[in-house]
């Protein structure tokens, strides 16, 4: 992976280009700029997960590659919650209206002849990266849960609504969990709001630190939270929700001065079937973390 100096960067750019030659001359493009920092990915089927792991603000994705062709990378970027509203700009050999114009009807913000002129090239990464960092801050407040920071209860939603067709169109599993602070009514009448507010998101730390860089975590409302797995099966299910339990009972939440011990419940549901419906894999779920709060609570109970 190529990239330039440390600063933080106003610009993140993601080259996705199979030929080397291509990718050190863009790189010298940027050599200058400490506001942009440059990542390379040479290899087509690499590039949705080098993508989802550098989130660029502009990725530069070649038209021609081995494997997957930039067309159909620019279709995978736009089916991956974390990439769907990145800028693409697509670089092509030569100026066709043709591919310009399939190149637009599948998702991608803007095409460039390579190599583009230096100017050219750095006022449209610059132009994207702002439209795309302010669409990304009013995305924050529509979307964020305004005490933990998390995917609030319409976002959580939606991403599983986008997840189940992803799911269905690869033929994969989908796993939700849903899970329950115990007792956290008692916290509130005992220590105040406050103190409750401290407990949830401290908790939502502990869960997000117990997941996997694809997986969401959401409020689903009040002490309840909704965890999505894409892709993940029974084994990766039950590990993930045992570690979720455990790093909330392992050691005391701090409110103030107060050290407090929390347990959470948890439920979960996996749609093995693409008829598998979002309401019934929410309900399966549900009922699950329902049966864990009645054996006892501290526990994970399977749908």
């Not at 050599?31 to 792991?53: G, L, M, P, Q, R």
């Not at 990725?59 to 990439?83: F, H, K, S």
């Not at 310009?100 to 460039?112: H, M, T, V, W």
């Not at 790093?247 to 598998?276: E, K």
């Amino acid at each position: 992976m190529l990239k330039t100096g440390e600063a933080t960067p106003d610009s993140v750019v993601l080259l996705v280009d199979d030929q080397m030659i291509i990718a050190e001359a863009v790189r010298r493009l940027f050599a200058a700029e400490t506001d942009i920092k440059f990542h390379y990915c040479s290899k087509s089927e690499k590039a949705v997960d080098e993508a989802t792991t550098v989130l660029p603000t502009v990725i530069l994705q070649d038209l021609v590659m081995p494997g997957l062709d930039g067309l159909q990378l620019v279709r995978l970027y736009r089916d991956n919650p974390l990439t769907a509203e990145t800028p693409i700009i697509v670089l092509s050999t030569k100026e066709d209206p043709r591919v310009k114009s399939q190149a637009f009807s599948e998702g991608a913000n803007d095409y460039l002849v390579k190599l583009p002129d230096r100017i050219e090239l750095l006022a449209r990464v610059r132009y994207h990266s702002r439209a795309y960092r302010a669409l990304t801050e009013l995305r924050q407040q529509a979307t964020r849960d305004m005490l933990t920071g998390i995917w609030n209860r319409k976002h959580i939603f939606e991403l599983l609504d986008k997840e189940h067709a992803r799911a269905a169109r690869e033929q994969r599993t989908l796993v939700v969990v849903m899970t329950d602070l115990d007792h956290f009514k008692s916290v509130n009448d005992t220590y105040g709001h406050p103190a409750g507010d401290a407990v949830l998101k401290q908790a939502v730390q502990r869960f997000n630190s117990c997941v996997r860089s694809h997986d969401h975590v959401g409020r689903y409302g009040g002490e309840e939270f909704m965890i999505i797995l894409p892709g993940a099966n029974a084994e990766d299910a039950a590990g993930i929700a045992e570690r979720l339990r455990s790093s909330i009972a392992s050691q005391p939440m701090i409110a103030g001065d107060v050290s407090l011990n929390v347990t959470c419940s948890l439920g979960v549901a996996i749609a093995t079937s693409p008829q598998t419906r979002v309401q019934e894999l929410v309900a399966a779920a549900d009922k699950a973390l329902y049966a864990a709060k009645t054996s006892g609570r501290n526990r994970v109970h399977f749908a």
